[in-house]
């Protein structure tokens, strides 16, 4: 019902900033609670901030007051802006669409940070 398309990684060094962006198309994007996801070689993958249907928010402690999520329910957009990023951070990145027993995954964007 829903598609999603990631954008945005890149190579940053340490201390920079990037902007993940996710495209939908489907219907009632509006309704669905939305999320950033991460994912290191050889780790499980994490949760790194989500957005309901009613724009609360929730961050993973080690992103906390360096990333910020947000949604765009008009152009069918979550994006992830990522400040003073650290080599920790590097990982792919997924968006997640989610509402009851619907779950919809991005096909993920690299993000390596890195001097």
């Known amino acids: 019902q829903v598609q999603l398309v990631e954008s945005g990684g890149d190579l940053v060094q340490p201390g920079g900033s990037l902007r993940l962006s996710c495209a939908a198309s489907?219907?009632?994007?509006?309704?669905?609670?939305l999320g950033w996801y991460r994912q290191a070689p050889g780790k499980q993958r994490e949760l790194v901030a989500t957005?309901?249907?009613?724009?609360?928010?929730n961050y993973a402690d080690s992103v906390r007051g360096r990333f910020t999520i947000s949604r765009d329910n008009a152009k069918n957009t979550v994006d992830l802006q990522m400040n003073s990023l650290k080599p920790e951070d590097t990982a792919v990145y997924y968006c997640?669409?989610?509402?009851?027993?619907?779950?919809?995954w991005g096909q993920g964007t690299q993000v390596t940070v890195s001097s």
């Open positions: 957005i309901t249907s009613a724009a609360s928010t």
């Open positions: 489907g219907s009632a994007f509006s309704t669905y609670a």
């Open positions: 997640r669409a989610q509402k009851f027993l619907l779950n919809f």
